[in-house]
């Protein structure tokens, strides 16, 4: 994937590392580091307690000059970690403020960001249409806050669909984390919707027969 000229940074979390079976976190985090050398690469921190979290932040900045630290919204007792953000980015750290679904998460954040500071504040558009809402009024929205820190950037985070590429971009969120099931669907962006409906029609026709599925009348 690093070879991919579409893909301007990586990111991952403790739950996508343990499902891909890492079992040394710092191990797994400097392989990938000796890989993406010219783009970013956010890694999260782990710990609950907000002391703890600082500590695992400045470890993780220091293992490159292309990390970007994930700081949790809150822990999980639902302490807002904005505190800590404010007092990572004032030494420094490229934060990733994570799990963010609510516009009274991006206006904190914002406000204690060191002006000359990036961070990227990754707000979970694709969780947030998982609740029913319009993600997109509310993604245009926390683009406008974060005009107020021009080295912020808004991420949409967790998309469903191809589309969220376009509605991103059409709101003008920064980056968006683009997984690997959506990735395969961009060669289809234009496609002739009629000949989209003929292979469609095609392929289940082709699996019925493959099962060799009968009727009989």
Known sequence: MASDPLIRG????PTLMRKAGVADYKSFAIEALNIVTDR????????????????????ISSWGDNVNVKIPIT?????????????????GVVVNVTAMFTLDHVR???????????????????????SGRDPVPHMKKAVEIAAAKPNAEILWASPRELLNIFQADAVGCHIITVTNDVLKKLSGIGKDLEAFSLETVKMFYDDAAAAGYTIDT
């Open 108 to 130: 904190p954040v914002i406000d204690v960001l060191d002006a000359e500071t990036p961070a990227i504040l990754s707000v979970f558009a694709g969780r947030v249409a998982d």
């Open 75 to 91: 822990n999980t007792k639902g302490d807002s970690a904005v505190p800590l953000v404010g007092r990572l980015s004032g030494k």
């Open 10 to 13: 990586f990111t991952t979390n």
């Open 40 to 59: 970013p690469i956010s890694f999260e921190v782990f710990a609950d307690d907000f002391d703890e979290m600082e500590a695992q932040a400045l470890e």
